[in-house]
């Protein structure tokens, strides 16, 4: 059973940083895929980014390519979130995930079976 917990989320103006936190236990982050996942107010969730196992292959959503940048630490079991040139756009809740049974990277939220309680970013413009 992997528990996920993310940290990190806050209120920042638009153009700033943000860099969210997913700690793990019950599994290492290297050994399944991750992802992270937003949901804005009234909206559906929607795949932001992801890690695979093992291999570094990292995958984005359009609207955050550029600015968004996922990373892993193995040491720390945690994977992380560089959120850059925040915009309004951005504001939802975060949540992290981990994918323990599909071999390739997904972006489907239905693939991902571990989840944490979100984190919330708020960018003011």
């Known amino acids: 059973q992997v528990q996920l917990v993310e940290s990190g989320g806050g209120l920042v103006q638009a153009g700033g940083s943000l860099r969210l936190s997913c700690a793990a236990s019950g599994g290492t982050v290297n050994t399944v895929n991750m992802g992270w996942f937003r949901q804005a107010p009234g909206r559906e969730r929607e795949f932001v980014a992801a890690v695979s196992r093992r291999v570094f292959v990292t995958r984005y959503t359009d609207s955050v390519k550029g600015r968004f940048f996922i990373s892993r630490d193995t040491v720390k079991n945690t994977v992380y979130l560089q959120m850059n040139s925040l915009k309004p756009e951005d504001t939802a809740v975060y949540f992290c995930?981990?994918?323990?049974?599909?071999?390739?990277?997904?972006?489907?939220?239905?693939?991902?079976?571990?989840w944490g309680q979100g984190t919330q970013v708020t960018v003011s413009s």
């Open positions: 995930a981990a994918d323990a049974a599909t071999p390739t990277l997904d972006m489907s939220d239905r693939r991902y079976d571990y």
